[in-house]
């Protein structure tokens, strides 16, 4: 573990702190948290953070969510009030590597559990953590049976067939035990209800697949419509990995920001549930390519399914059930497909790369 910022002379201020913050969802969030009435954001990853969002920040550090003692000894100096936990070995990689996205997945998870648990019975008050999951934690034994079902709730087909869909499912559950029933056995033991979740107050947000405008992200199963339209727009071929049929939901980065905050800012009281579907569209593979088409005229965008992602992407939902996130917190979609091409993709993406010519 490296410092990057020193805060060694102040013990104990209150925090929020954010893993894997390198990433996408992890810019937006810093940049969405920072402000001069918010508490101090203290971030890690395994990677440097840009100039920019250090400087949102009261410290950074290079750190290892799997490595307990260096977590320690970091959170040590902070009261931390809030944990959003970011820190994940996506899908395609985690197939790659399964033994090392599942020490990653659930043992980080689990030292983040610990480390807020211990936080919350050492201040009396519980620690928020903001955990997002994924679409791979549903499965489907077959495409009619997911065209059949169309949109689904939170709790019906999860069955992931992937090792990056067990580890998130898996650590909800956790979530829900560290919330409701940690320790449950111990004479210490506080424990959790729907109005007093104990000394964690989990809170999981299960996203659809992210489109950007920023990057073009790795590792991600449902990174074919971001390829796509970034292809597009530098002029590049491409080649989908999947059916043009194919279809699950989406929505873009700044939605999935939004609702993340969103829902971490909702009263513990108005929240029924531990884990809330968001998505805002659902469209086709091949219906994603006709739109990029309208905007990028000389788009080449040909079809040659992988085999092995195909079949996972047809384990998951085409469509997703938002409704306890719409009743407890308020979640609407801000776009449909063709507004956020309109408002947000295209012109953003198109000054991107305009900037780079």
Known sequence: ???????????????????????????????????????????????????????????????????????????AMY???EIYHLAAVLSTRAELAPEVAHQVNVNGTVNILQIAAEQGRMY???????????????????LQEKTEVGAVTEYEHCKPSTMYGCNKLYCEHLGRYY?????????????????????VDFRCVRYPGLISA???????????????L????????????VREDSRIPFMTMPEAIDATLQ?????????????????SFNPSAGEVAELVKQYFPDASITFEPDERR??????WPEDLDCSAAHNDWGFTPKYTVEQAFDEYLVPRITKQYESKQ
């Open 179 to 199: 919330a409701h029933s940690y320790r449950q056995l111990a004479k210490d033991s506080v424990q959790g209800d729907d109005k007093n979740r104990g000394v």
């Open 214 to 228: 920023e990057t073009v992200p790795t590792g991600g199963t449902s990174d074919f419509v971001p390829e796509m």
């Open 79 to 81: 009261q931390v009030k």
């Open 124 to 142: 009396g008050e519980p620690v928020k953590v903001v955990f997002p999951s994924s679409i791979a934690a549903y499965g489907f034994g077959s």
């Open 310 to 315: 195909q079949a996972i992407v047809d384990s």
């Open 263 to 279: 829902l971490a800012a909702a009263p513990r009281k108005e929240l029924t549930q531990i884990v809330y579907n968001i998505a």
């Open 230 to 241: 970034h292809a597009a727009a530098r002029g590049d071929a491409y080649t989908c990995f």
């Open 1 to 75: 573990m490296r410092m990057e910022q020193s805060t060694l002379g102040e013990r104990r201020q209150p925090a929020v702190f954010i893993t894997g913050a390198g990433g996408e969802v992890g810019h937006g969030l810093i940049t969405a948290l920072s402000g001069e009435s918010s508490p101090d954001i203290v971030a890690t990853d395994l990677r440097d953070l840009e100039q920019g969002l250090r400087e949102l920040c009261a410290a950074t550090y290079l750190a290892d969510v799997c490595d307990r003692d260096a977590l320690d000894r970091l959170l």
